[in-house]
């Protein structure tokens, strides 16, 4: 990964203040290019301050192959972009601009101080060392472009590529004359953060095509009317497996959460990432394992011990012990059995009703909730019209693209970071 400096004057616009943004401000900088950055809000990264519940879970410490697996939208895209600022790269990078890093499960890379405004601090130290001029409370308007003269070729066809170029930016009530604009304005996840589509706009009107927007990495609603008691119930060591028909279509270990609209945590909102267009069809079947290192034998005998070790007290008190205490009144009605039935009086098939219950609890998931509470956007400009090692427009000479903005996503671990940082370096790293 080349941080040599060069001397270019070109003056370069950015828009968005956010990961992407600032770390292509960085690299263009460090180039010695003329840059200056354009953000809306009061203060720049809103976005990356709330990320992994305020401590910033910036990348995954991972090998090629567990990245380009953890993508949900164009993997190949990020080919040449993540092979030029890998994880390790962005690590190092940090480590570099003075921030101290550590790796926890699963391979999460964390700030030590577990605060995420130490991420953002150390961007914007690196960006002041070098030059970069931020302009804080301006938000772009619009791309100003050019028509470039037609170049036709030697049998009079026209010729391909851009019939534009960028000559600068429209923010605030003036005019940011620029060589070079990159759009990193983010998708419509978490609009309080900024995020309202600004850059689809921008994109669509200077001819790109924008991808089919939906939330991503987020809580999923449930149609069942018996988990109104299991609100705030967490579940840790379980398997959520969703189907498609018959077809188990995502299936993983860990934890979930029961809200009051249906469920969340890590488990859901990767598998809402994973199978969040199937909600078109309907809605989509869910089954937890809660005891997903005890096979079936093993349950029924320890079903039958604590019927046995309990056999005068009611059914809802003899299996306290196994399950969580919210859970026992409703398993024991998804099983068929009375609550107030004795122990000693549970027959095999009520039995087998319950390990079925506690080894496939159905959840019928009705859809995603909204854009305010996703953590990414899923769709957006779309990759064919984008240069994968450059980021640069394939319709507008002089304009790139970087981040959530692209029609690229991943699921939760700090890949989506990593999105940001490898984009934002390429385009940054652009010649």
């Not at 305020?54 to 410490?61: A, I, S």
């Not at 939330?215 to 498609?244: E, F």
């Not at 394992?289 to 019927?307: A, C, G, I, N, S």
Request: hydrophobic share 40%.
């Amino acid at each position: 990964m080349k941080q040599e400096m060069e001397t270019d004057l070109e003056k370069t616009v950015i828009i968005g203040g956010g990961a992407a943004g600032m770390m292509a401000a960085i690299r263009y900088a460090q180039r010695g290019f003329d840059v200056t950055l354009l953000e809306q809000n009061e203060k720049l990264g809103k976005k990356i301050f709330i990320t992994g519940k305020g401590r910033c879970n910036l990348t995954n410490d991972c090998d090629e192959e567990t990245f380009f697996s953890s993508m949900i939208s164009n993997p190949k895209f990020l080919f040449s972009s993540y092979a030029a600022c890998t994880a390790q790269d962005v690590m190092r990078l940090f480590e570099s601009w003075g921030l101290e890093i550590k790796v926890e499960r699963g391979r999460r890379v964390f700030p030590v101080s577990d605060h995420s405004y130490d991420v953002i601090d150390a961007l914007k130290l690196t960006m002041k060392k070098l030059g970069v001029k931020v302009l804080l409370n301006t938000k772009a308007e619009a791309l100003l472009t050019e028509d470039l003269p037609e170049e036709p070729t030697e049998d009079g066809k026209k010729k391909k590529g851009p019939t534009m170029r960028i000559t600068g930016v429209k923010a605030g009530g003036r005019v940011y004359p620029a060589d070079r604009v990159l759009v990193a304005t983010g998708g419509l996840s978490y609009p309080s953060t900024g995020s309202r589509g600004d850059g689809h706009r921008m994109a669509e009107a200077t001819g790109h095509r924008v991808t089919a927007c939906r939330p991503s990495l987020v809580a999923i609603t449930c149609g069942d009317v018996d988990l109104k008691p299991l609100q705030g119930l967490s579940l840790k060591n379980v398997t959520l497996s969703v189907y498609r028909g018959k077809k188990v279509v995502y299936s993983d270990f860990g934890e979930m959460l029961f809200t009051h609209f249906g469920v969340s945590g890590p488990l859901v909102l990767t598998a809402g990432a994973r199978i969040g267009d199937d909600f078109k069809k309907g809605p989509v079947k869910a089954t937890i394992d809660l005891k997903p290192t005890v096979d079936e034998q093993r349950l029924d005998e320890d079903l039958v011990r604590l019927f046995e070790e309990h056999a005068n007290k009611d059914a809802v008190h003899a299996i306290r012990s196994l399950y969580p205490a919210s859970m026992v009144n409703v398993l024991l009605d998804r099983a068929g059995i009375p609550l107030n039935k004795k122990a000693h009086d549970i027959t095999k098939a009520e039995r087998a009703a319950l390990r079925s219950a506690t080894k496939a609890f159905t959840l019928n998931m009705t859809g995603l909730r909204g854009f305010e509470e996703a953590i990414v956007t899923h769709g957006g400009v779309s990759v064919k019209d984008v240069d994968p090692a450059t980021m640069a427009s394939k319709k507008v000479k002089g304009l790139y693209f970087a981040g959530e903005v692209l029609d690229l996503d991943a699921v939760t671990g700090g890949f989506n970071l990593q999105i940001a940082w490898s984009t934002g370096w390429a385009a940054g790293s652009a010649e």
